[in-house]
Nanobody
Framework: QVQLVESGGGLVQPGGSLTLSCVASGSDLYFMAWYRQAPGKQREWVASITSGGATNYVDSVKDRFTIARDRATRTWSLRMNGLTPEDTAVYYC?????????WGQGTQVTVSS
């Protein structure tokens, strides 16, 4: 059974940092990503990484966020620096696996003073 479990959300002050993690159980991992959904807005893609390590980011987080993956632990992370209130959202991990596309349960990130 495929399962994605997220961790690492929370409350942080503007300018602060957080790291989100997602671990996948089940079938082979091909493509990993992070999405976010702010209140009243559609879910948007934030960053992605291929099984080969190629990364891509939405312009609004470039140079602030870093996506990484650990093949041995089947984990990928999102390091978020320089957080602003506009980064407040529920963050979701997403994985394309041999069994299909799967989503994590979501973790809240709140940036506020």
């Amino acid at each position: 059974q495929v399962q994605l479990v997220e961790s690492g959300g929370g409350l942080v002050q503007p300018g602060g940092s957080l790291t989100l993690s997602c671990v996948a159980s089940g079938s082979d991992l091909y493509f990993m990503a992070w999405y976010r959904q702010a209140p009243g807005k559609q879910r948007e893609w934030v960053a992605s990484i291929t099984s080969g390590g190629a990364t891509n980011y939405v312009d609004s987080v470039k140079d602030r966020f870093t996506i990484a993956r650990d093949r041995a632990t089947r984990t990928w992370s999102l390091r978020m620096n320089g957080l602003t209130p506009e980064d407040t959202a529920v963050y979701y991990c997403k994985a394309t696996m041999s069994s299909g596309v799967h989503w994590g349960q979501g973790t809240q990130v709140t940036v506020s003073s």
